[in-house]
T-cell receptor, first 112, second 115 residues
Framework: GDSVTQMEGPVTLSEEAFLTINCTYT??????LFWYVQYPGEGLQLLLK?????DKGSNKGFEATYRKETTSFHLEKGSVQVSDSAVYFC???????????FGPGTRLSVLP | GAVVSQHPSWVICKSGTSVKIECRSL??????MFWYRQFPKQSLMLMAT?????????EQGVEKDKFLINHASLTLSTLTVTSAHPEDSSFYIC???????????FGQGTRLTVV
């Protein structure tokens, strides 16, 4: 079945450091790919998405490119802030089914 | 983005009682709603998927008689935890999607504590 693998962390960075959170997937067909962010005690918020190969999703300084050849959707940000501290989930939605498949989540802590 | 409202955000109930959690899509019609359970520092565990007007599809291992899901309209789904026990204490999250292959929008979650 479909699956999502991401680095589990925790990841600890200093403010203004470069962030990469790796995400790879296994799926049949052409899934849509998403990054969600969860702040403590809250639900998930959609951060960005990409629906086809080579699409780049971007939002709030975060970017991720849909790489079909490497089945990856790595999340990057050039300069993190303390307010970016949260848990980040990579997810896919298959073109064949309706359910979402989530990765295990990566906890990011940004220190001032 | 679209807004999904989940209520209540937290609830404490006595063992043996039932608790209802509501999930509403405020500015779009949700053809599909999802209910998840999240344990501390873990990912989301899908409990069930519901489509408006039809019975929910439960994941393996989730008791449908204990976790009653109703999706009576395109903007409202409810999860009722019946005869709650302390082991049902958890963070429950709903999400809603407007169509196939589109993103899902999440509610803010409900922290259930059964004492």
């Amino acid at each position: 079945g479909d699956s999502v693998t991401q680095m589990e962390g925790p990841v600890t960075l200093s403010e203004e450091a470069f962030l990469t959170i790796n995400c790879t997937y296994t799926a049949t067909g052409y899934p849509s790919l998403f990054w969600y962010v969860q702040y403590p005690g809250e639900g998930l918020q959609l951060l960005l998405k990409a629906t086809k190969a080579d699409d780049k999703g971007s939002n709030k300084g975060f970017e991720a490119t849909y790489r079909k050849e490497t089945t990856s959707f790595h999340l990057e940000k050039g300069s993190v802030q303390v307010s970016d501290s949260a848990v980040y989930f990579c997810a896919l939605r298959s073109s064949y089914g309706q359910n979402f498949v989530f990765g295990p989540g990566t906890r990011l802590s940004v220190l001032p | 983005g679209a807004v999904v409202s989940q209520h209540p955000s937290w609830v404490i109930c006595k063992s043996g009682t039932s608790v209802k959690i509501e999930c509403r899509s405020l500015d779009f019609q949700a053809t599909t709603m999802f209910w998840y359970r999240q344990f501390p520092k873990q990912s989301l565990m899908l409990m069930a998927t519901s489509n408006e007007g039809s019975k929910a599809t439960y994941e393996q291992g989730v008791e449908k008689d204990k976790f009653l899901i109703n999706h009576a309209s395109l903007t409202l789904s409810t999860l009722t935890v019946t005869s709650a026990h302390p082991e049902d204490s958890s963070f429950y999250i709903c999400s809603a999607s407007a169509g196939v292959n589109t993103e899902a929008f999440f509610g803010q979650g409900t922290r259930l504590t059964v004492v």
